[in-house]
């Protein structure tokens, strides 16, 4: 079972859903990284249920640091963060009856019967408040360096946000911002769209859209760890994501070259593209440009409307209506959990590009 990532700057998920913890062990970070317990448990309260669109279940997400960091530095040695899990309702998960669209199949497959099926266990999105943990960390970093991360939702249903325009400044402003949206119209559109899935007794997705600001040219690999390779590896790595696009994306093939190409200009002792229809990437090494691409969301799968299923253990066709306390929609609460992914991919890519110390010296080489 892989639960690594990256290969400079590693980061290892531990728990399960329902288990006494879920946690991260940061791997590889320089000695001198300032770590700010309230910047942890601010990027923790962008991710956590905070209305009736989001899932009863509220967790206080009370982290402890366990190692790796010692009078508000990072030491150098392993960083673990841990934690607790203590709002569970286990008595609503019934093993064998696999949920549609869930991994209770698929686990039992690969896993034998050993899994730990409450709340989805390792498979559940509870996992991703470590990510989220571990980004009160590693986004700080880049925040040194002039670089910056924001995601907001650019549609849920048939409510659409605008796109990224002035990139930077959008991107400071959703820093700022309670919702993940560019528009107060957006998001009074979006809310309806979630809160008519829920009272349906069913779900919505969404897709995102996310920047990545500030970071220097020249960063990523050709072809295999090319910097779309490693950003999608670790964003495919959140359960909920069924595609991404960068730039234009699937767009670019209903155009000419003419009309795709980005062209380039001096601009202010800089090279910049006139438009940025590739995301910011070229031969999979950063050219200057925001890096932008769109994440499909798909809706939450857990839903109360009766559906076909199997229980596996028993081998007979079955009906399920999920209990339980669930999204419905995981759209919002995914923003914050995509720029995490996305610091620790951008922190190994300057990790591998530049040495370890660069994240700690604030860019120095």
Avoid at 92 to 99: C, I, K, N, Q, V
Avoid at 187 to 213: F, H, L, N, P
Avoid at 286 to 297: D, H, R
Wanted: a negative charge.
């Amino acid at each position: 079972m892989k639960n690594s990532f990256g290969q400079s700057v590693i980061a290892t998920l531990f728990g399960e859903s329902h288990g006494p913890a879920v946690g991260i062990v940061l791997d590889g970070l320089a000695p001198g990284i300032d770590v700010s317990e309230d910047e942890i448990a601010w990027y923790l309260s962008r991710r956590r249920p905070s209305s009736q669109l989001d899932t009863p279940r509220r967790e206080p997400d009370d982290f402890q640091i366990l190692s790796g960091v010692f009078n508000g530095k990072t030491t150098g040695t392993p960083l673990c963060i841990s934690i607790p899990n203590v709002n569970v309702r286990s008595s609503d998960y019934e093993y064998g009856l696999a949920r549609p669209s869930h991994a209770d199949y698929s686990a039992f497959c690969k896993f034998h019967g050993y899994e730990d099926y409450r709340g989805s266990g390792h498979f559940s999105g509870r996992i991703t408040a470590a990510l989220v943990a571990a980004g009160g960390i590693l986004i700080p970093v880049l925040e040194k360096l002039g670089v910056t991360i924001g995601t907001h939702i650019l549609q849920c249903g048939e409510a659409r946000d605008r796109s990224f325009d002035d990139v930077a400044a959008d991107v400071a402003m959703l820093h700022e911002s309670s919702f993940p949206t560019l528009g107060s119209e957006a998001r009074e559109a979006i809310c309806a769209e979630i809160a008519k899935a829920r009272e349906d007794s069913d779900s919505v997705g969404g897709i995102t859209q996310s920047a990545i600001c500030g970071l220097s040219a020249g960063v990523g690999e050709p072809w295999f760890d090319s910097l779309e390779s490693m950003l999608s590896h670790a964003i495919f790595s959140i359960g909920a994501v069924k595609g991404i696009e960068f730039g234009s994306g699937f767009e670019l093939a209903a155009m000419r070259g003419s009309e795709a190409n980005d062209a380039l200009r001096v601009e202010d002792g800089r090279i910049i593209t006139e438009t940025n229809r590739n995301g910011g990437i070229n031969g999979g090494i950063s050219n200057g440009m925001p890096i932008v691409f769109q994440c499909a969301v798909k809706p939450t799968a857990s839903i109360a409307k009766p559906q076909s299923t199997v229980d596996f253990t028993r081998m007979e066709n079955a009906t399920i209506e999920i209990q339980g306390r669930h999204d419905p929609a995981i759209v919002r609460r995914i923003c914050p959990v995509i720029d995490s992914v996305a610091a620790l991919v951008i922190c190994d890519a300057l990790a591998m590009r530049f040495g370890t110390d660069y994240l700690a010296k604030g860019g120095s080489r």
